[in-house]
């Protein structure tokens, strides 16, 4: 029946009501007696619509509830409002703090972010990658697993905008965001050599973790300064992921070292939480018998008892310079790629201290 001088929606299917129904185009059309062109302009292209038509089209989406179809948009504008993330672990609260910050950039562009976490495994990127092509995204941030970056190179030719975030793009057309890890591996072995422990451990993830070989590397830049003036050790312990649990583990092998360090430095603050949580359950007092060191600062790293000192990470800008460089490349015209690199920042709090122990050197 008519009401109001105006035409009633189509019946809905048979079984559906419009609470439980995806409203059509059609419908809309039908409602504001105009063609589905017109309804088309008036979502993707309005400024051609006259008002009074405009005004009667945008009254029937609102009476329907009307809801564009983002895949029908995609198929229709090639265009999706949609950023992948693809990170090495999004319970690292490491990660999470870049997103935030990325998002925080995206979100006010009115983009949406798709976040993947590749737990360090080479072929689940892969399938991400594949997965964020085939829905057309706006672009891509990605912490990289594999040293090669072809494929995420290809991607990039391929049209899909790519900024590496903590990893630089070495010789690949890329952007990238990161932070000089080489210099946060000697601020963290350099303050334990300072404060006067000779012999300090590193739990380090493996070497094809380019953070993971940085901060190793900065640490024999400060072991070798270190040994200009009197004797010193730095010895790796490998673990094959940057986790509490593997933290946690690592303390058997610690303490069998001998002569056991009387310092531990470890590649993030996952790590160093594992390792106190095991010191502290074998009755190893930190920092009189074990200074710890961790990396990244994460939020949890000023609550732990004691206070773990830790190499801070600039995590939410480099997550907003990285989104900032995406946008540059999607919607700018003439885009030159370039790489920002951040400094750590070394946080000094309880958990490393003098060597007390007898026989190591005092400063
Ligand atoms: O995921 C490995 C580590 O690399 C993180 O903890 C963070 O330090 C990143 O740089």
Same mark, same amino acid.
């Given at each position: 029946?008519?009401?109001?001088?105006?035409?009633?929606?189509?019946?809905?299917?048979?079984?559906?009501?419009?609470?439980?129904?995806?409203?059509?185009?059609?419908?809309?059309?039908?409602?504001?007696?105009?063609?589905?062109?017109?309804?088309?302009?008036?979502?993707?292209?309005?400024?051609?619509?006259?008002?009074?038509?405009?005004?009667?089209?945008?009254?029937?989406?609102?009476?329907?509830?009307?809801?564009?179809?983002?895949?029908?948009?995609?198929?229709?504008?090639?265009?999706?409002?949609?950023?992948?993330?693809?990170?090495?672990?999004?319970?690292?609260?490491?990660?999470?703090?870049?997103?935030?910050?990325?998002?925080?950039?995206?979100?006010?562009?009115?983009?949406?972010?798709?976040?993947?976490?590749?737990?360090?495994?080479?072929?689940?990127?892969?399938?991400?990658?594949?997965?964020?092509?085939?829905?057309?995204?706006?672009?891509?941030?990605?912490?990289?697993?594999?040293?090669?970056?072809?494929?995420?190179?290809?991607?990039?030719?391929?049209?899909?905008?790519?900024?590496?975030?903590?990893?630089?793009?070495?010789?690949?057309? %890329?952007? #990238?965001?990161?932070?000089?890890?080489?210099?946060? *591996?000697?601020? @963290? +072995?350099?303050? $334990?050599? !300072?404060?006067?422990?000779?012999?300090?451990?590193?739990?380090?993830?493996?070497?094809?973790?380019?953070?993971?070989?940085?901060?190793?590397?900065?640490?024999?830049?400060?072991?070798?300064?270190?040994?200009?003036?009197?004797?010193?050790?730095?010895?790796?312990?490998?673990?094959?992921?940057?986790?509490?649990?593997?933290?946690?583990?690592?303390?058997?092998?610690?303490?069998?070292?001998?002569?056991?360090?009387?310092?531990?430095?470890?590649?993030?603050?996952?790590?160093?939480?594992?390792?106190?949580?095991?010191?502290?359950?074998?009755?190893?007092?930190?920092?009189?018998?074990?200074?710890?060191?961790?990396?990244?600062?994460?939020?949890?790293?000023?609550?732990?008892?004691?206070? %773990?000192? #830790?190499?801070?990470?600039?995590?939410?800008?480099? *997550?907003?310079? @990285? +989104?900032?460089? $995406?946008? !540059?490349?999607?919607?700018?015209?003439?885009?030159?790629?370039?790489?920002?690199?951040?400094?750590?920042?070394?946080?000094?709090?309880?958990?490393?201290?003098?060597?007390?122990?007898?026989?190591?050197?005092?400063?």
């Amino acid at each position: 029946m008519a009401t109001s001088g105006r035409p009633q929606l189509p019946p809905p299917q048979a079984g559906l009501t419009s609470a439980n129904r995806r409203v059509t185009i059609r419908e809309v059309a039908y409602l504001a007696q105009v063609s589905l062109g017109t309804v088309s302009n008036v979502l993707n292209n309005p400024g051609v619509v006259a008002e009074p038509t405009r005004r009667r089209v945008l009254d029937a989406i609102e009476e329907t509830g009307f809801v564009r179809s983002t895949a029908a948009h995609q198929l229709r504008v090639g265009k999706s409002r949609t950023v992948g993330v693809v990170l090495l672990d999004i319970s690292n609260p490491f990660f999470a703090e870049m997103v935030r910050g990325a998002e925080g950039v995206l979100r006010d562009k009115g983009y949406v972010l798709m976040v993947c976490s590749t737990d360090e495994s080479v072929e689940r990127e892969r399938r991400y990658l594949r997965v964020l092509e085939e829905h057309r995204v706006d672009g891509l941030l990605i912490t990289p697993v594999e040293h090669d970056l072809c494929e995420i190179a290809r991607l990039a030719a391929r049209g899909v905008p790519t900024v590496l975030l903590d990893r630089d793009s070495g010789e690949r057309e %890329l952007c #990238s965001a990161t932070v000089d890890d080489v210099r946060g *591996g000697e601020l @963290a +072995a350099g303050h $334990l050599f !300072e404060l006067g422990h000779d012999n300090i451990a590193f739990v380090n993830g493996p070497s094809s973790i380019r953070q993971c070989a940085d901060r190793h590397e900065g640490a024999v830049r400060a072991q070798r300064r270190a040994r200009r003036r009197r004797p010193t050790t730095l010895r790796e312990i490998m673990v094959n992921a940057l986790s509490v649990e593997q933290g946690e583990k690592a303390v058997g092998a610690l303490l069998s070292l001998t002569p056991r360090p009387s310092a531990v430095m470890c590649a993030n603050d996952l790590i160093a939480l594992g390792i106190l949580k095991r010191l502290t359950e074998a009755g190893v007092a930190v920092p009189q018998d074990m200074a710890v060191v961790g990396y990244d600062d994460v939020s949890f790293a000023s609550m732990l008892s004691p206070p %773990l000192t #830790s190499v801070r990470q600039p995590k939410y800008e480099l *997550g907003a310079i @990285a +989104a900032e460089l $995406l946008l !540059e490349e999607a919607l700018g015209a003439n885009h030159k790629h370039r790489s920002v690199r951040f400094e750590p920042e070394l946080v000094v709090r309880a958990s490393s201290g003098p060597s007390v122990r007898p026989g190591a050197s005092r400063r």
